[in-house]
């Protein structure tokens, strides 16, 4: 089974998380973990990396925490992942890293199902995700 590591999925869900605070509102550390299940140190280490790709912003004292630091419509589920976790590749398929890069016939099957993965995460974008989020928790509140 292929999975992508926790840090990214919790990174994606952190973002998540941050965009629906769309007036700005700062969520420290500790709210966004309790919010996600996700360990406070952890949450911090994931945040770090965040905040220092351009991701987050923190702002510190009284009423500080995170923030988005862009336009979540504008923020692909790719760069969040890229963020943390480096190249979007099913396989390290790279001439460099690999002696049979150049012949192996088994390279283009993971390259096109590599494409197809990093298209689909680069036309999510976090904003998508915040609104799909508020609607289903909206549809919540109804029943």
Not at 12 to 30: C, E, H, N, P, W
Not at 59 to 82: S, Y
Not at 89 to 94: E, I, K, N
Request: glycine fraction near 10%; aromatic fraction near 4%; charged fraction near 20%.
């Amino acid at each position: 089974m292929l999975n992508l590591p926790t840090s990214a999925r919790y990174a994606v869900r952190i973002m998540v998380f941050l965009a629906q605070s769309s007036d700005g509102t700062s969520q420290t550390k500790k709210e966004i973990a309790g919010a996600e299940g996700i360990s406070v140190l952890y949450t911090g280490q994931i945040l770090l990396k965040l905040k220092k790709a351009g991701l987050v912003n923190s702002r510190r004292g009284p009423g500080g925490g995170f923030v988005v630091a862009r336009n979540p419509g504008t923020m692909t589920v790719g760069d969040v992942l890229r963020t943390v976790d480096g190249p979007i590749r099913l396989a390290p398929c790279d001439e460099d890293q690999c002696s049979r890069g150049a012949m192996c016939v088994t390279r283009r099957v993971w390259d096109r199902a590599t494409s197809a993965l990093e298209g689909i995460m680069n036309a999510t974008t976090i904003g998508e995700l915040a609104d799909e989020t508020k609607k289903n928790q909206a549809f919540a509140f109804q029943i």
